[in-house]
C-alpha cells in the first residue's frame, strides 16, 4: 500500500522560507513517473505547484518560478519542495502526488504553510 507523508509546513512570515518533504512508501520510488506538490487555499481549487518527473525534469506554476525549486533523494523515497521569498499569497494547505506510468495517483494527507504578512 502506497503512504505518501508531507511534513515541514508551518508559520513563516512573508520573504521567508520552507522546505517540504514528502515520504513515499509501499512501493518502488521509481515506479513512479511524476511526483509533485499541490497545493489548495481556502475556497480555491487545488493548484498544481511544481512537478519532478523520473528523468528530472521539472516545471512549475507561473505564480512560483524562481522562488521555489523541487527535488528528489531517490535513496531516501522522498520529494522535497523548497520554498523561498514567500508571500501571503502562498498560504494553502500543500499536498505531495505520486503519479505511476498507469496513471493511478496516490495522495497525501497534506500539510499546512501560513504566510503572515
Known amino acids: 500500500q502506497v503512504q505518501l507523508v508531507e511534513s515541514g509546513g508551518g508559520l513563516v512570515q512573508a520573504g521567508g522560507s520552507l522546505r517540504l518533504s514528502c515520504a513515499a512508501s509501499g512501493s518502488f520510488f521509481f515506479s513512479f513517473r511524476t511526483m509533485a506538490w499541490y497545493r489548495q487555499a481556502p475556497g480555491k481549487q487545488r493548484e498544481l505547484v511544481a512537478a519532478?518527473?523520473?528523468?528530472?525534469?521539472?516545471n512549475y506554476a507561473d505564480s512560483v518560478n524562481g522562488r521555489f525549486t523541487i527535488s528528489r533523494d531517490s535513496a531516501e523515497n522522498t520529494v522535497y519542495l523548497q520554498m523561498d521569498s514567500l508571500k501571503p499569497e502562498d498560504t494553502a494547505v500543500y499536498y505531495c502526488?505520486?503519479?505511476?506510468?498507469?496513471?493511478?495517483?496516490?495522495w497525501g494527507q497534506g500539510t499546512q504553510v501560513t504566510v503572515s504578512s
Open positions: 502526488k505520486a503519479t505511476r506510468s498507469s496513471g493511478t495517483f496516490y
Open positions: 519532478i518527473t523520473r528523468g528530472d525534469s521539472t
